[in-house]
C-alpha cells in the first residue's frame, strides 16, 4: 500500500419530546445495515457518510470539490448515492410554521439593494425558507449569502446549485436505498425550554415516520437534553450525541469531552456517540471504553479526507466516518479495508477439494484487515499528531 503525503492546509476543515408521545403511532421497524439488540447499536460493516451529502460547502477554498455542488441538496445527495456510501448527514430545523428543513447554518442571508438581510432559519416560513436560492420556475428567489468563520460575508457561489429543500422532499426524493444521518441542529447560543424542544422534535418524528418506509435512519445532535428527549419520544432509531470530543468548551459540562459525552449515553439510553476525530487520537483509551460500554462510535472531522487517518480508525474499531472527499475517500477505503470473505471454499464458495476439518461447512473469517508494515505504521504515527496539531 503506498502512502500519499497529505499537506495540513490540503485537508479541508470540517464545521461543524410529553414523555413517549409517538410510541403508540410508531411501528418498530429496524434500519438495514445495522443490529439492534437491547440499546446497542452495531453497524455491520465499516460505515462511509456523506457530510451534507457529497460534501460540505468551502466558499473560499481553493478546492473545487468544496465547490462543485450545493450541500444539503437533493443533488448532493443523489450525487452521494451513486457512490458505495452508506448514508448521507444532513442538518434539520423547523420552520415557524412547524415544517422540517434541511439547512446548516442558523441564520440566512441574502442581499437586498445594497444591504445584507440576516434572518433565523427558525423565525422564517417555510415559504420564506424556500424563496432563498434557485427557484423552480423562472422566477428569481433571494440571492443566498453565507457568512464564513472569520465573519466575511460571500456570495453562495457553487459550481452545480441546487433549490433549498424540506425534510419530505428528501424523503421522496432520494435514492431510497440510503441511509440517512438526520442531524437535529439547533443554536448552541440558545438555552431551549422542554416544551419548544418537544414540540420542534415531535414535527421532524412525524416526518420520518410517515415517509422512512425501510430507510436506515440514524439521528445525532449536539443539543443533550435534545439527544435525550428524542430517544424517550422513539425507541425505533439509534439516537447518537454529538461531541466536540474536548476540542472546545462550553456552559454545558456534557459537551466538553468524550467521558462526559460517554455518561450522558449511559444515564440516557442513547445507542452511540459522533466524535470529532481529534478528540479520539488525543484520547484512544476512550474508544476501549466505549465499546466496551456496548455504544457505537462515528467520527466527523477535517482528518476524515485522509484515507491513512480513517484506516487508523478503522483498525481502532470505530464503526464510521463522516467524510466530504465522497468519491475520493471511498475509493481510497476500497483499497485499503479488505471486505469480510469466506475461507476454506473455492471460487464458488464450494468446499476445497482435500480441505481438512472443513466437514462441508463454510467458515468465515471476519475482521480480516490488510496489515501496515512497520515503515507504513511508523509513518501514520507521526503524521497524525501533526495534521491534528497536538
Known sequence: MALKAVHVSDVPHIDQVPDNVLLAICPNRVSKGVELGGNAFRASKFLVIGHRGNGMNTLQSSDRRMRAIKENSILSFNAAS????????????????????????DFILSINNGTVFEKRITELSLSEFLYYGPQNDSQEGNCLLRKTHDGKIVNWNVETDDKLCTLEEAFQKVESSLGFNIELKFDDHIV???????????????????NAKERPIIFSTFLPDAALLVRKLQATYPVFFLTNGGSE???????????????????????????????????????????ESELSLLTYGKLNNVAEAVYMQHLMGIEGVIVDLVQEMTESLADLITPTKAIGTGEEGKEEEGSEGNEGKVKVEGDIKPQFSERELSFLLKLIPELIEL
Not at 451513486?82 to 447554518?105: A, L, R, W, Y
Open 249 to 291: 468548551l462550553y456552559h454545558d459540562v456534557r459537551r466538553n469531552s468524550l467521558e462526559e459525552a460517554l455518561k450522558l449515553c449511559l444515564e440516557g439510553g442513547l445507542q452511540g456517540i459522533v466524535s470529532e476525530v481529534r478528540g479520539i487520537f488525543r484520547n484512544p483509551g476512550t474508544v476501549k471504553k466505549i465499546r
Open 82 to 105: 451513486k457512490f458505495p456510501i452508506d448514508f448521507v448527514e444532513f442538518d434539520v430545523q423547523v420552520t415557524k410554521d412547524n415544517c422540517p428543513v434541511i439547512f446548516h447554518d
Open 192 to 210: 431551549y425550554d422542554h416544551s419548544y424542544l418537544t414540540g420542534v422534535l415531535q414535527a421532524i418524528l412525524q416526518v420520518v415516520f410517515e
